[in-house]
Protein backbone atom coordinates (compact mmCIF):
# COMPACT_ATOMS: atom_id res chain seq x y z
CA UNK A 1 0.00 0.00 0.00
CA UNK A 2 1.42 3.68 -0.97
CA UNK A 3 0.77 6.63 0.93
CA UNK A 4 0.57 10.12 -0.71
CA UNK A 5 1.58 12.92 1.37
CA UNK A 6 0.17 16.36 -0.08
CA UNK A 7 1.26 19.67 1.27
CA UNK A 8 -1.36 22.14 0.90
CA UNK A 9 -0.13 25.10 1.91
CA UNK A 10 2.82 26.91 0.24
CA UNK A 11 3.72 28.90 3.30
CA UNK A 12 5.10 26.01 5.20
CA UNK A 13 8.82 26.89 5.01
CA UNK A 14 6.95 29.81 6.98
CA UNK A 15 5.16 28.06 9.50
CA UNK A 16 8.61 26.00 10.62
CA UNK A 17 9.97 28.89 11.08
CA UNK A 18 7.43 30.16 13.31
CA UNK A 19 7.17 26.54 15.33
CA UNK A 20 10.54 26.96 16.46
CA UNK A 21 11.09 30.85 16.80
CA UNK A 22 12.25 32.25 19.98
CA UNK A 23 9.82 35.24 21.24
CA UNK A 24 7.93 35.03 17.99
CA UNK A 25 4.90 35.64 20.10
CA UNK A 26 5.86 39.13 21.34
CA UNK A 27 6.87 40.14 18.07
CA UNK A 28 4.00 42.53 16.21
CA UNK A 29 5.28 42.51 12.97
CA UNK A 30 8.00 39.76 11.12
CA UNK A 31 8.67 38.63 7.61
CA UNK A 32 10.32 36.33 6.37
CA UNK A 33 11.52 38.06 2.98
CA UNK A 34 11.63 36.92 -0.65
CA UNK A 35 10.06 34.23 -3.50
CA UNK A 36 7.02 36.71 -4.37
CA UNK A 37 5.23 39.20 -3.00
CA UNK A 38 2.46 37.51 -1.37
CA UNK A 39 5.21 35.59 1.15
CA UNK A 40 7.30 39.04 1.78
CA UNK A 41 4.35 40.69 2.98
CA UNK A 42 2.95 38.00 5.09
CA UNK A 43 3.05 38.82 8.55
CA UNK A 44 4.20 35.39 10.48
CA UNK A 45 4.00 36.94 13.78
CA UNK A 46 1.05 34.58 15.63
CA UNK A 47 0.04 37.64 17.79
CA UNK A 48 0.76 39.96 14.83
CA UNK A 49 -2.07 42.25 13.11
CA UNK A 50 -2.24 42.51 9.30
CA UNK A 51 -0.05 42.05 6.35
CA UNK A 52 2.80 44.50 4.90
CA UNK A 53 1.99 46.84 2.12
CA UNK A 54 4.73 47.30 -0.43
CA UNK A 55 5.40 51.07 -1.94
CA UNK A 56 6.83 50.48 -5.52
CA UNK A 57 8.39 47.44 -6.94
CA UNK A 58 10.73 45.72 -4.60
CA UNK A 59 12.09 43.20 -5.66
CA UNK A 60 11.95 39.21 -4.48
CA UNK A 61 14.74 36.80 -4.62
CA UNK A 62 15.73 33.88 -3.84
CA UNK A 63 15.23 34.32 0.61
CA UNK A 64 15.38 37.98 0.18
CA UNK A 65 13.57 41.00 -0.72
CA UNK A 66 15.86 44.07 -2.51
CA UNK A 67 14.49 47.22 -1.27
CA UNK A 68 15.65 50.91 -2.41
CA UNK A 69 14.35 54.65 -1.12
CA UNK A 70 11.52 54.09 -4.50
CA UNK A 71 10.93 50.14 -3.75
CA UNK A 72 10.25 49.47 0.08
CA UNK A 73 7.69 47.67 2.56
CA UNK A 74 6.18 49.45 5.44
CA UNK A 75 3.65 47.39 8.37
CA UNK A 76 0.12 48.14 8.89
CA UNK A 77 0.13 48.52 11.74
CA UNK A 78 1.80 51.11 13.40
CA UNK A 79 3.97 50.74 16.02
CA UNK A 80 5.10 52.96 19.17
CA UNK A 81 8.42 54.31 19.75
CA UNK A 82 9.03 52.73 23.27
CA UNK A 83 9.65 50.86 24.07
CA UNK A 84 10.46 48.95 21.06
CA UNK A 85 12.67 46.33 19.73
CA UNK A 86 13.56 46.01 16.02
CA UNK A 87 15.85 43.53 14.48
CA UNK A 88 16.77 43.17 10.52
CA UNK A 89 19.12 40.64 8.33
CA UNK A 90 20.14 42.86 5.74
CA UNK A 91 22.93 42.86 2.96
CA UNK A 92 24.41 45.47 0.62
CA UNK A 93 27.04 45.81 -2.22
CA UNK A 94 30.23 47.56 -2.30
CA UNK A 95 28.38 50.45 -3.99
CA UNK A 96 25.63 51.19 -1.92
CA UNK A 97 26.97 50.74 1.67
CA UNK A 98 23.41 51.78 3.56
CA UNK A 99 20.54 50.06 4.78
CA UNK A 100 16.99 51.44 6.83
CA UNK A 101 14.60 50.64 8.81
CA UNK A 102 12.30 52.17 11.06
CA UNK A 103 9.60 54.64 11.58
CA UNK A 104 12.05 58.16 11.53
CA UNK A 105 10.67 59.95 8.25
CA UNK A 106 12.87 63.21 7.02
CA UNK A 107 9.78 65.24 6.80
CA UNK A 108 8.52 65.33 10.52
CA UNK A 109 12.17 64.86 12.60
CA UNK A 110 10.00 62.12 14.19
CA UNK A 111 10.48 58.55 15.22
CA UNK A 112 13.59 56.15 15.17
CA UNK A 113 15.90 54.35 12.25
CA UNK A 114 18.30 51.28 12.86
CA UNK A 115 20.59 52.21 9.49
CA UNK A 116 23.81 51.36 8.68
CA UNK A 117 26.17 54.02 6.57
CA UNK A 118 29.96 52.66 5.45
CA UNK A 119 31.01 51.85 8.96
CA UNK A 120 28.71 52.59 11.34
CA UNK A 121 25.98 50.92 12.69
CA UNK A 122 23.45 53.74 14.51
CA UNK A 123 20.18 54.96 15.79
CA UNK A 124 18.12 57.94 14.38
CA UNK A 125 16.20 59.31 16.50
CA UNK A 126 13.84 62.37 16.75
CA UNK A 127 11.01 63.96 18.84
CA UNK A 128 9.37 65.19 16.12
CA UNK A 129 11.56 68.74 16.76
CA UNK A 130 14.99 67.71 16.78
CA UNK A 131 16.75 64.56 15.31
CA UNK A 132 19.61 62.84 16.93
CA UNK A 133 22.70 60.10 15.96
CA UNK A 134 22.91 57.94 18.66
CA UNK A 135 24.30 54.39 19.85
CA UNK A 136 27.07 54.06 16.92
CA UNK A 137 29.03 51.12 16.87
CA UNK A 138 32.06 50.09 14.16
CA UNK A 139 30.45 48.01 11.94
CA UNK A 140 31.33 47.25 8.05
CA UNK A 141 28.30 47.35 5.81
CA UNK A 142 29.88 45.97 2.75
CA UNK A 143 29.76 42.39 2.54
CA UNK A 144 28.73 39.55 0.50
CA UNK A 145 27.16 37.63 3.53
CA UNK A 146 23.76 38.79 5.14
CA UNK A 147 24.09 40.45 8.60
CA UNK A 148 21.92 40.23 12.20
CA UNK A 149 21.36 43.81 13.06
CA UNK A 150 19.08 44.86 16.22
CA UNK A 151 18.32 47.99 18.39
CA UNK A 152 15.73 48.55 21.45
CA UNK A 153 14.44 51.81 22.99
CA UNK A 154 13.16 52.13 26.24
CA UNK A 155 11.53 55.72 26.16
CA UNK A 156 15.44 56.64 27.65
CA UNK A 157 17.87 54.07 26.34
CA UNK A 158 18.86 53.10 23.44
CA UNK A 159 21.20 50.01 22.58
CA UNK A 160 22.61 48.78 19.22
CA UNK A 161 23.62 45.34 18.51
CA UNK A 162 25.70 44.43 15.21
CA UNK A 163 26.85 40.82 14.57
CA UNK A 164 29.55 39.02 12.34
CA UNK A 165 32.25 36.71 12.60
CA UNK A 166 33.85 38.29 15.43
CA UNK A 167 31.32 38.44 17.92
CA UNK A 168 28.81 41.03 18.83
CA UNK A 169 29.17 44.68 19.03
CA UNK A 170 26.97 46.64 21.34
CA UNK A 171 26.43 50.60 22.34
CA UNK A 172 23.99 52.54 24.49
CA UNK A 173 23.12 55.98 24.19
CA UNK A 174 20.17 58.57 25.53
CA UNK A 175 17.65 58.73 23.34
CA UNK A 176 14.64 61.06 22.91
CA UNK A 177 10.78 59.62 22.44
CA UNK A 178 7.28 60.88 21.32
CA UNK A 179 3.98 59.77 22.16
CA UNK A 180 2.85 59.40 19.08
CA UNK A 181 3.12 55.79 16.49
CA UNK A 182 4.13 55.15 12.68
CA UNK A 183 4.34 53.28 10.17
CA UNK A 184 7.45 51.46 10.61
CA UNK A 185 9.35 50.77 7.02
CA UNK A 186 11.95 48.84 5.93
CA UNK A 187 13.78 51.08 3.18
CA UNK A 188 12.31 53.90 1.84
CA UNK A 189 14.41 56.35 2.63
CA UNK A 190 16.06 59.04 0.36
CA UNK A 191 19.97 58.43 -0.08
CA UNK A 192 19.91 54.76 1.40
CA UNK A 193 19.89 51.71 -0.49
CA UNK A 194 19.19 49.58 -2.46
CA UNK A 195 19.76 46.97 -0.06
CA UNK A 196 19.16 43.31 0.20
CA UNK A 197 16.77 41.64 3.72
CA UNK A 198 15.76 38.28 4.13
CA UNK A 199 14.13 38.97 7.31
CA UNK A 200 13.03 41.88 9.60
CA UNK A 201 10.68 41.93 12.86
CA UNK A 202 9.62 44.38 15.57
CA UNK A 203 8.28 43.75 19.01
CA UNK A 204 6.63 46.41 21.83
CA UNK A 205 8.90 44.99 23.95
CA UNK A 206 12.76 45.60 24.53
CA UNK A 207 14.79 42.30 24.67
CA UNK A 208 17.39 41.33 26.67
CA UNK A 209 20.90 40.61 25.59
CA UNK A 210 20.34 36.89 25.82
CA UNK A 211 17.20 37.06 23.66
CA UNK A 212 18.75 38.79 20.86
CA UNK A 213 21.33 36.31 20.60
CA UNK A 214 18.79 33.27 20.75
CA UNK A 215 17.19 35.46 17.72
CA UNK A 216 20.47 35.41 16.44
CA UNK A 217 21.32 32.32 16.47
CA UNK A 218 18.43 30.62 14.96
CA UNK A 219 17.32 33.35 12.23
CA UNK A 220 21.10 32.29 11.41
CA UNK A 221 20.27 28.34 11.30
CA UNK A 222 16.96 28.84 9.59
CA UNK A 223 17.66 31.07 6.85
CA UNK A 224 20.68 28.70 5.85
CA UNK A 225 18.02 26.49 4.41
CA UNK A 226 16.64 29.57 2.40
CA UNK A 227 20.28 29.63 0.50
CA UNK A 228 20.54 32.90 3.25
CA UNK A 229 23.89 32.94 4.82
CA UNK A 230 24.20 35.35 7.72
CA UNK A 231 27.38 35.54 9.39
Same mark, same amino acid.
Given at each position: ??? #????????????????????????????????? @????????????????????????????????????????????????????????? *???? +?????????????? =???????????????? $?????????????????? =?? =??????? $?????????????????? *?? $????? #?? @????????????? =???????????????? +????????????? *????????
Amino acid at each position: MSV #TIKILDASFPNKLFVVGFPYIKLATNAFLFGTN @EEKSLKNIAPNGTGNATKYGNPIYGDGFATLSPENYIGTSRPIAYKPITMIGVVRTD *AQYA +QYSMGTYRNNTKRG =FMLYNNTNTLSVFIGD $GTNAFDKAGVPFTAKTPS =FK =FVAMTFD $GANIKTYGFDSTGVKTAI *AT $GVSSA #TT @ETCYFGGMPDIGP =FDIAFGATYDTVLTDS +QINEIYQYTKSFL *ATRNVTVV
